[in-house]
């Protein structure tokens, strides 16, 4: 992990009063260690648990999903994801930003739940995956993403409540 | 990856003995539960009660568990954390998995 601006603060990342700005490695080990970091800074922000837990959620869905699919097959030339917090009465208000493929335009937008109907069509019918995007809806607002040739940047707030 | 297992009462009761469940551990997770319960019998009991964050790939990675172990060996889900039920529930897997406040009340389920 590498912070920006570095303050004397045994958080790693912490900047200024009330921000985190994280360097995020690509890769779900780093995402873990990432969310890790993270939820010691907001954990001193004295957010409610209700909304550390929600906002961790969407953190490990956005991250990974770069990990899986912005740097797919760029092995040796990931730049780290820049991730930045910071919170507000109306909740934690999140940008991040990589540099890996240009992110679909509809992505976010398309996102819904995967046909879970067991009885019906029986248990090897049910999705694995196609959940995170879904969840990273369900649990955000104000969801904006602008894509170019020097990246994708998301941003979003997770409701205080 | 640690999980436990034991028959208890004609069940396989599979412990979780991690915080997470994710991305990280998702491959672990599936392969540990074939190992697990492949030489044991009986519903499979997943205790889920140390585990206090799922995400969307640990959530696959249970569904995938379920399907390994085929239609005639159920799954079920105990003493799930408020995150974890979270998850759950906003995906709509908790109509997908038979749901018990804890091992001891999925033990003593009519419903195998």
């Keep these: ?17 009330d921000g985190l700005a994280l360097e995020v490695p690509v890769g779900y080990d780093a995402v873990r260690q990432a969310l890790h970091d993270w939820r010691r800074w907001i954990e001193s922000m004295n957010a409610s648990s209700d909304l550390v837990s929600r906002a961790e959620i969407v953190l490990a869905e956005v991250l990974n999903n ?4 912005g ?5 040796g030339a990931a ?26 335009a509809d992505l976010g937008r398309k996102a819904c739940l995967p046909p ?25 607002c104000n969801l904006h993403l602008e894509s170019d040739e020097d990246g994708n940047r998301l941003c979003f707030v997770v409701p205080a409540s | 990856m640690r999980l436990t297992s034991q ?26 539960m074939r190992k697990l319960t492949e030489g044991l019998s009986g519903p499979v009991i997943l205790d889920l009660g140390q585990v206090d964050f799922i995400d969307s790939s640990g959530l696959g990675a249970v569904v995938a568990a379920m399907k390994t172990l085929g239609g005639e060996r159920r799954l ?20 997908v998995f038979p749901i018990h406040v804890s091992v001891a ?8």
């Design chain 2, 76 to 95: 079920h889900l105990a003493a799930l954390t408020p995150n974890v039920d979270r998850v759950f529930s906003l995906t709509r897997m908790d109509l």
């Design chain 1, 79 to 104: 730049v780290p994801v820049a991730l930045r917090c910071r919170i507000s009465a109306q909740g934690l208000h999140v940008s991040v930003v990589d540099q890996g493929r240009p992110a679909p």
């Design chain 1, 116 to 140: 879970a109907s067991p009885a019906a069509n029986g248990i090897d019918s049910l999705p694995e995956g196609g959940f995170g995007w879904f969840l990273i809806r369900e649990l955000t």
């Design chain 2, 7 to 32: 028959e208890q009462a004609n069940w396989c009761v599979v412990t979780v003995e991690e915080r997470r469940i994710d991305a990280a551990g998702a491959i672990a997770f599936k392969e540990a």
């Design chain 1, 66 to 69: 770069i990990t899986e699919h």
């Design chain 1, 1 to 17: 992990m590498i912070a920006e601006h570095l303050e004397p603060s045994a958080i790693p990342g912490a900047v200024a009063s």
């Design chain 2, 105 to 112: 009340a999925a033990l003593f389920s009519d419903d195998r």
């Design chain 1, 71 to 75: 740097y797919a097959g760029q092995d």
